[in-house]
């Protein structure tokens, strides 16, 4: 309904166009094929190659042409509906009218032909932009659901993958601590099946991070100064060819330069589009005033162009009106002052000042789809965005919760083993410490699976933070790890993301020392508060034989990546007798973030 409210004004007002200019008079003949070519219209965006044709054919029909508003209109809707080849080849095709033309009168006429070319390549321009912006709208959403689709099959198979590894490890210590006393040589295979479970589950977290992080590079930019070049072609084309047809066709020789001023002006069009536009509107009138003859028509036409194309709809649409409204007043005052003041009637002022209104449209229409396009290609690049972000924020969250978890579990399961048959109680503890790593885990995967899958009703997904810091000192203490804790400064708030991003700093390093530094290793853990900023350090002095648990290669790599993202500092490298950490993190994130805006953008 709203096409057709659309189509039947459009299709009127091109029959009454080419009426006026060339379809006088009533013959039966050229009326019905005219009727048929028009009516045609209604369809052309379901066939529009056909409607093309159509009218082409009618216009030869006759003879010729000298408008041919409906072949434009169909030239238009095969540049709008068909790919780019089609649409260039059906532009040519109309190229056949005017061939006819030409044969059928005495000569070519040059300025109609040339007339003609300019108003096809604007229909073509037009429709082949509106197509583009309806592409690369279409291209952003989908990017959009691709990026939601993907955040929730990896969560979810990520979550399928580890909590199995998770499972077996713990069923595997389940069997393990059932046949502690009654049978030790099957809980001796049992603790060997929980260790090769945990070195798979590394290898296999290992290979998913490794793929995750492989982000293709993004497109190069393109060359500031090409891109000047390239503009200030394309405009100073387009100024010459303003100011030639200006020129040929009415343009006085006292009133030369201050023309070519005024349109050397459309230079600045694009960095400032409105006051551009302000002022070959305001020299329109003028020039009306001094030179009711004159015909300027172009130059406010790319101003408006630039207009549409650098703002926004509802901004754009103003001057557009605007524009449209001086088109209308100019031609009227042209028209009264011709006929030496006298004043045209209301019907005829309405007849004459809306053609020319109308000619505000296209080049709004043309700036209008151009502007979608960019906004709709900066979408589906912000999505890439996205997802590549959300697959690195992912792979730092399973790396921070599973690699953690399985070496403790494997650190365990290597005590175990060692103390089977000398100190059952102390393999029971190890045993058990398996099992409530085990349950963490299953817990904060849960929580990364419905931070990244949420329920509309769901509630935030709670994050680890200090306060949890106890409890962490306690189980990194269960794997012979002895850690000593010191704080300096008064405690103070901190945000979401800076208390989750200080966790995972200490949990990764604590865990890095229960791996390389061996049993009966120390770790110094020292938090400095000030009034902007929380350093942290930890140290460890390495004791012993260096373990054998298998590491994934990302954790310090995602430290990195996570502490730089709140606009914090962090280093690691050997230190005096072992390894040293340090990060340094603001109190509240550079960027605001909080748990809930992880599910919109990691």
Not at 189 to 196: N, S, T
Not at 259 to 271: K, M, P, S
Not at 575 to 590: C, Q, S
Request: charged residues 20%; contains cysteine; aromatic residues 6%.
């Amino acid at each position: 309904m709203v096409r057709l409210l659309i189509d039947v004004p459009l299709i009127a007002f091109a029959l009454y166009i080419d009426q006026a200019w060339f379809l006088t008079g009533f013959h039966p003949v050229s009326s019905l094929l005219t009727a048929i070519a028009f009516l045609a219209l209604l369809v052309r965006r379901r066939w529009p190659i056909t409607v093309l044709i159509l009218n082409a054919g009618q216009l030869i029909a006759l003879g010729g042409w000298d408008l041919g508003s409906g072949l434009l209109i169909a030239l238009h809707a095969v540049a709008r509906h068909r790919d780019r080849r089609t649409s260039i080849t059906a532009a040519l095709a109309c190229a056949v009218p005017v061939a006819v033309s030409d044969v059928a009168s005495d000569g070519p006429d040059l300025i109609g032909s040339a007339m003609f070319a300019g108003l096809a390549t604007a229909a073509w321009t037009l429709g082949y932009w509106m197509r583009r912006a309806a592409q690369e709208q279409q291209a952003a959403k989908a990017a959009q659901r691709a990026r939601r689709a993907e955040r929730s099959r990896l969560a979810q198979d990520l979550h399928g993958i580890i909590t199995h590894s998770v499972e077996v490890m713990q069923r595997r210590a389940a069997e393990a601590r059932a046949a502690l006393t009654t049978d030790p040589d099957r809980a001796a295979q049992a603790l060997e099946a929980v260790q090769d479970a945990g070195t798979r589950s590394m290898a296999e977290l290992r290979r998913m991070l490794t793929v995750m992080r492989l982000v293709t590079d993004d497109e190069p930019a393109a060359d500031p100064a090409r891109r000047a070049a390239r503009q200030l072609l394309v405009d100073g084309t387009l100024i010459t060819v303003a100011f030639a047809v200006d020129w040929y066709v009415w343009l006085p020789e006292d009133f030369t330069y201050v023309h070519a001023g005024v349109l050397l002006t459309l230079l600045l069009g694009r960095r400032w589009p409105l006051p551009v536009l302000l002022i070959h509107v305001v020299y329109l009138i003028e020039l009306t005033k001094a030179q009711p003859y004159s015909d300027y028509i172009v130059g406010p036409l790319i101003a408006l162009h630039a207009v549409a194309r650098g703002y926004d709809r509802r901004v754009s649409i103003v001057p557009a009106c605007t524009t449209g409204a001086a088109y209308a007043y100019a031609a009227i005052l042209a028209t009264k002052l011709q006929n030496y003041g006298e004043p045209a009637r209301p019907v005829e002022m309405v007849l004459l000042g809306t053609p020319y209104a109308l000619l505000a449209i296209p080049p709004w229409l043309l700036g209008y789809s151009m502007h979608r396009t960019a906004e709709g290609r900066a979408a589906a690049r912000a999505a890439e965005q996205e997802r590549r972000a959300e697959r690195l924020q992912l792979a730092r969250e399973l790396h921070d919760i599973v690699s953690h978890t399985v070496t403790m579990m494997l650190l365990q399961a290597a005590g175990a083993r060692s103390v089977l048959t000398r100190n059952p109680a102390r393999a029971q503890e190890a045993l058990d410490a398996i099992r409530e790593a085990g349950d963490r885990s299953m817990t904060e995967l849960a929580r990364l699976l419905t931070l990244l899958t949420p329920a509309t009703d769901a509630a935030p997904a709670e994050h680890p933070g200090l306060d949890g810091l106890d409890d962490l000192l306690a189980r990194m203490r269960t794997t012979g790890l002895t850690v000593t804790a010191g704080y300096t400064g008064t405690p103070a708030d901190l945000d979401p993301s800076v208390d989750l991003t200080a966790y995972r700093v200490i949990q990764e390093a604590l865990t890095n020392s229960t791996k390389y530094a061996g049993p009966g290793s120390t770790a110094l853990l020292h938090l400095t508060w000030t009034a902007t900023d929380l350093d942290i350090e930890v140290t460890d002095r390495r004791a012993g034989k260096r373990t054998t648990v298998p590491s994934t290669g990302h954790g310090l790599v995602g430290l990195g990546e996570r502490v730089t993202a709140i606009g914090g500092t962090f280093q690691a490298g050997p230190g005096t007798d072992g390894f040293r950490v340090t990060a340094k993190l603001p109190l509240a994130p550079v960027i605001a973030w909080s748990p809930e805006a992880d599910r919109s953008s990691a």
